[in-house]
């Protein structure tokens, strides 16, 4: 049989102080541990969500701006012309007020280039997706394509042209380099690890801040933020390839792109790390206070026990003639002195009377 532990009064007066501080410490602790997490979690999902938020109206501002200057000069009757000679002059005060756009030109609905801002050959636009979008009936068309001459994405915006009877009599399209729509979602930098990118319909790049990606337009669609928005959730928490936690928050945009900012688990949620650091070194510190006060309060306490311990032992041993210490304290240890001085008493007027009935 396995031998009993038995603890004396200052084990278990030690035990006892330590679970009277450590409980209500502990259960504080968890409190505020869970109440810490929880805000910090909505704080982390404010912020990277009013980032998001923000980026998305711009994009969407941008590329509003850019339709309604489509609409305001496909209304006008050098468009609905449709004459080349009447057009171009237009085209070309698109391109020279509008800095990022670098091409405008016009299409007759079988697809055929009518007129140019850039004076060059007229081409076959009607197998592009920009145009096809207007002929079935969109108000605006889109495609984001790789610029043949920068090597980086652009994007085409397009509407129709109609007459003052409604007939749709042609397209207007700009052709636009995205590096200004780009530079606002790249720069957006959160904290040391946190970025943000825009994915299209099909989930290729428009804008990343690894500019390989954005160059060859690296399909993101099965990114977890961007597969879990699908789903209707909007913020993620995931590993990606390097093993690295991330919480991440996926918006749409007005035409329909994805915009995702993300950030470093381990960064977002440095405030709980720091708290949990702080309640870790406030418990070491009262298990150092709580064992100074527990020796402290021990010996003051058990010191006196033992001597008394000490003088019962020896009056079983017939030395009754001893000094008592504790005989002025006002405690239960007073109490206990004042009892064995009496027990001593008593023991030696026994004797004393056993003594005189021999002699």
Known sequence: MAAKVKFGISQK???????VALVPLISIWFVSYQSITGLTEEKVTQELTAINNNLITYVDDWVDMNQRMLLQNASLNEMQSMQSQSQNKTLETITKYYDWAYLAF?????GNNIGRSDGK??????DRDYFKQIIEGAQFGKQILIGKTSGKPAMVLSTGIFD????LKGVLAQAMTLSELSGKIVSNSIGETGFT???DEKGEVIAHPDAEKTRSRVDLSKHQA???LGQGQATTVFEDFNGNKIVAVAHKTAQGWTMVSQQDYAEAYQLIKVENQKALYLLIATLVIVCFIAVFVSRSLTAPIRDLTAVADKYSQGQLDLKITGLDRNDEIGQLSQAIERLGTSIRMAINRLQKKKS
């Open 13 to 19: 007066l030690f035990i006892t102080l330590l679970v």
């Open 226 to 228: 961007v597969l879990n």
């Open 121 to 126: 050959k007229t081409k076959y636009y009607g």
């Open 197 to 199: 990118f825009l994915v």
């Open 164 to 167: 003052t009877a409604g007939e």
């Open 106 to 110: 016009t299409v007759d609905p079988k």
